[in-house]
């Protein structure tokens, strides 16, 4: 069965989940939790869950859990085997949060098929969040992690086809034709169902701390040096302790520009549930620009400290996955087009 096929197949036994608002102070907890964004998610998720059912912390477990999706040669949009840039270069953009609103980042990282340890090490190790491009090779290396090629045949192969008819014009979104249309570019479109991208990834241990890693090759064929939200602390990840957590996928220009998921932590801060404070930031997004809107997709995922979860999306087609005690499920997410 491929991919598309078995998710729809499992989406199509899944119970109706709801995620209710958190009211302080009158809920159990549901914790451990991990959740992450897309099927792929549900790997990832797997992995992490080993540290969490362990009561080991949340950041280990979202630095292990996203590693799974960085080395898994079929994503096409994380870690190593990633679609290159315009110039057949594979840059990856990843950060990561901590319990204590630490933070760390690297962009435009090449040859280091681990991201999130790289930006993990920028946050423990130096006094510094963001390291990009070369310094942040330079300090990968430095600090024990092995150079390797990330562009895997079928990547490169994919660039090639790309290139026949691109003329390098740096248009944003030029690779996207229709969103979910069956024709073969189709599949270029960041967020779409063949073309999902980024793993973001928030979880909560048993101790109640609150951790979320984003780690992505982000948009496929970009122009070379180009960044999305995911490496950008506030937009495409935010933890805040005393509230919950967010992160984002889809095209990161327009999340960026809204700060999105510090806003949805924000929302969730004025009592939103998770589910309406991602929904409240999509609908910002398609107010400000609706022509856009309508051709991108872009999708937020949260967790409150309680242990609720929720997401939102623009468009149909996003899904994610969600592991605790009681459930190991993919969901798919509500959007503002129907
Ligand atoms: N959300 C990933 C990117 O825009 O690069």
New binding site residues.
Partial sequence: MIRRDFLKSSLLTLPVISSTTASAGKQIAKKPLVVSTWDFGKAANAEAWKILNNKGRALDAIEQGARVTEADESNKTVGYGGYPDRDGRVTL?ACIMDEKGNCGSVMCLEYIKHPISVARMVMEKTPHVILVAEGALQFALANGFQKENLLTPDSEQAWKEWLKKSNYSPVMNIENKSYNQKEPDAGFF?GSIDNH??IGILALDTHGNLSGGCT?S??AFKMHGR????PVIGA?LFVDSEVGAAT??????E?IKCVGSYLVVEYMRQGNSPREACKKVVERIAKRDPEKAKNIQIGFLAIDIHGNYGAYALQKGFSFAVKSEKEEIVIPGESYFI
């Fill in positions: 953009d960041p991208d980024t992505t982000g948009m960044v999305g939200d995911s495409g984002s996928t889809g095209v990161g220009e999340v």
